[in-house]
């Protein structure tokens, strides 16, 4: 089984959810590969990178996506029928990053680049009105100081959903989470 882990806005493969991922799996289910891209920090770029990995793997890969990673990794799913978990998923980034246009730096690659309208058209462009029922599973702090965990709730609704209270958007219980959440997606549909 392979899994992609999509990290989030200015964040990197080297982000403590994906390390606790990618050292759990190592420990607990070493048969499973886990791919974790650096992604470009302009979402057009960042999409087709994720899916150029997506369609080089078997068909039953799946995708975790946290913060902004969720949102690449609900348009991936929508768009090629995959399971995915979204920790504290952004689902208006086009929004949500409109105070952050400008100059950017990446303190875990040391990128800096530019944050341009653009990038905010490409993230509308990816935005999925209609959500298929039973390939989310969603894992949200009441605490997300980032994201607001309702939006994700409300948007998502009717999917499997683990709110955890007083948790943040870093989401510290995720080591707990892992043994579910790679029970449940190696169950076939």
């Known amino acids: ?15 403590l959810k994906a390390q606790e991922t990618a050292r759990w799996l190592q420990q607990h289910a070493p048969d499973i590969t886990l791919h974790c891209p650096q992604l470009s920090p302009h979402p ?6 994720a899916e150029t990995l997506l369609l080089s793997l078997p068909a039953d890969t799946a995708l975790i996506g946290s913060s902004l990673g969720g949102y690449y990794a609900t348009a991936l799913a929508e768009k090629h029928g995959r399971k995915a978990a979204l920790i504290n998923p952004a689902v208006q980034p086009y929004q949500d990053l409109l105070h952050y246009l400008g100059p950017q730096h990446n303190p875990y690659t040391g990128e800096d680049y530019l ?27 009441t605490a ?5 965990w309702r939006l994700a709730a409300r948007h998502y609704a009717g999917q499997r959903q683990s709110v955890f ?17 790679f029970n449940w997606l190696s169950q076939a549909d």
Do not use: T
């Open 1 to 15: 089984m392979h899994i992609i882990y999509l990290h989030g806005f200015n964040s990197s493969p080297q982000s």
């Open 44 to 49: 057009a770029q960042a999409i087709a990178q």
């Open 115 to 141: 944050l341009g309208d653009e990038d905010m058209q490409a993230l509308l462009a990816m935005r999925q009105a209609v959500i298929w029922q039973g390939k989310y599973w969603l894992w949200l702090g």
């Open 144 to 148: 997300d100081e980032v994201l607001d």
């Open 165 to 181: 209270n007083g948790d943040d958007h870093r989401l510290a219980r995720w080591p707990a989470c892992l043994p579910a959440l």
